[in-house]
């Protein structure tokens, strides 16, 4: 029931996606009990989304999206009322499968709970739960267990509900024959494009065309307002190299995490593959082995020859089959189950895996043990240095902005003290595009780029305020160079527009020309039209065909042929003429079941919407959209 929690599945992945979000830990009581009038958001049935719920899960989508889009994240995206309603949308969802997993009595066994905390990777060491792991990533988030264990009960109460229902959906072999020849069914097809280029020398600009142009689009032709700045950047990173290790507490943090330096038992094996390629052939390949196992048995010293003679693995055959030390979870599991159940120098049965039948022989074992401090010495003292970072910044984090508000003439006093180096910018924009806010770092976060064009800022070169510009990320800066907006002289980009509004006149030229063929050859005119070679694409797998060109070659009528369609891609116009429908290629069973599942998940996804769109019906739901309102930033 919970594995795809666990595993993320695709299905519950993509749709939890849009509903989990860390706004309440403690069940459903803890909705009754949330804070008075005037402070709630929304209410769904008796429940309430505070104020404080909201903004944590507002924070959330903007570390989802930092994540997602890296530097192309920007957090005014965030700001219009349509963003801020998507993130009150999720959590109403949630909300409204809380409140229905409730009513279904649906809960889930502290057994259960535990049993699925065991299983989370990233809690493991090993393969196995680690308690030390799991405290060391809730500190890191600030959560406590009781809290970590209501939220993930939630979720796991939530998969409940939502499994019973995205299960439920069904692919008939009539809609997944229907499918496959929507994704797989092919239109061959060959190509005409009329390029702008063909018509530029029947451009005839008028004499101030391109002085109009420049008088109504004067916006495009300034230089922005732009300043340099020097910075400093407080985080765990920068106060890292700061701390001093002792050997006491890499010691005492060696023989607190023993169980992290174990060095697991490592078995050295040799084998001798015979492969089955088919179902059919595979009651031969058993047999083969079985032979090969019983001459093995009566001479064991010519194990490496009868590998090299017969192994169909061609990467340990010429070696005698031998695969080297390996650990466990790096062979399939029943070739490691055989290999760590036998004794050294012993010769296994016949084992079959994915890969076809294996005779194994076991040539060594390593047992498991503790790796000495001085082999792992560099990695604790890593961690203990950003434990301690971590520490000091969070000790230092205030009076690091303290010191920036108090002392606005210069940032000295702050990188003197905190041991920082300072660093300067170079050219900043106002209104810097999306790429070029990307290509700052730290100095593109919006907060920190409209402190920086304040007045005192400018003027009065005033340290701005320290910005959180990441998690435990401070960044504090000043003005040390300011050059005002200006506009460029007609003069100097006079040939730029006129390159620029010859362009689009040839362009339209080329359309021109490119609708009145394709007209022609509709009405059935002589087909004079130097074509490509004929070329074949599916929705899957278009080739050369332009994505703008997909849509209407497949939606082209097919009653006959040959049809032509046009459209305009690559800055000029294309004719395309669709002379035959290709069939779909036949697939084998396992690309078919694939997918099939693959359209069974997007009919979960479907009865998943349904559902909650039921549940909204069910249940009242008050929205203060003017709190939204007044909130937008």
Known sequence: MFDAVRNNQKIVQVFLALITLPFAFFGIEAYVRNSGAGDDVARVGDTKITAHEFELAMRERQDQLRRSMGESFRPEMLNSLDARMSVLNSLIDRRLLLLDSSQNRMVVSNAALVNEINKIPALQDNGKFSLERYNRLLNAQGMSKPQFEAMYRQDLTIQQLMDAVSETAFVSQAQADALLDIQLGGRQYAEHHIAPGQFTAQVKLAADAAEKYYNDNKAQFETPEQVKAEFLVLSPDALAAQAAISEAEVKAAYEAGKDRYQQAEERRASHILITAKNDGEKAAAR???????????????????????????????????????????????????????????????????????????????????????????????????????????????????????????????????????????????????????????????????????????????????????????????????????????FESVKSEIEKLLTAREAGRLAEESGKAHLAALQKGEADKVSWSPLKTATRMQRGDLPAEAVRPLFQAETEKLPAYVGVNVRGGYSLYKLVKLVPPEKLDETRRKALERQYAGILAQEDLSAYINALRARYKIDINKSLLESRER
């Not at 074992?365 to 969070?394: N, T, Y």
């Not at 003439?409 to 050219?427: C, M, N, R, V």
């Open 287 to 489: 047999k083969k082995a079985e032979e090969l196992l019983k001459e093995v048995r009566k001479t064991p010293a010519k194990f490496a020859d009868l590998a090299k003679q017969h192994s169909q693995d061609p990467g340990s055959a010429g070696n005698g089959g031998d695969l080297g030390y390996f650990g466990r979870d790096a062979m399939v599991k029943p070739f490691e189950d055989a290999v760590f159940s036998l004794k050294n120098g012993e010769i296994s049965d016949v084992v079959e895996s994915d890969f076809g039948y294996h005779i194994i022989k076991l040539t060594g074992i390593k047992p498991a043990k503790l790796l000495p401090l001085e082999s792992v010495r560099a990695d604790i003292e890593k961690d203990l240095r950003q434990q301690a970072a971590l520490q000091k910044f969070a000790e230092s984090a205030e009076s690091f902005s303290n010191m920036v508000y108090e002392q606005p003439d210069s940032l000295q006093a702050a990188a003197e003290g905190f041991k920082l180096q300072p660093q300067q910018s170079g050219w900043i924009a106002r209104n810097a595009t999306p790429q070029e806010a990307a290509a700052l770092g730290l100095l593109g976060n919006e907060k920190v780029r409209a402190a920086l064009f304040s007045d005192d800022a400018i003027k009065n070169k005033r340290n701005i305020e320290a910005v959180e510009v990441a998690p435990n990320t401070l960044l504090a800066a000043r003005v040390i160079e300011h050059k005002a907006a200006a506009l460029k002289p």
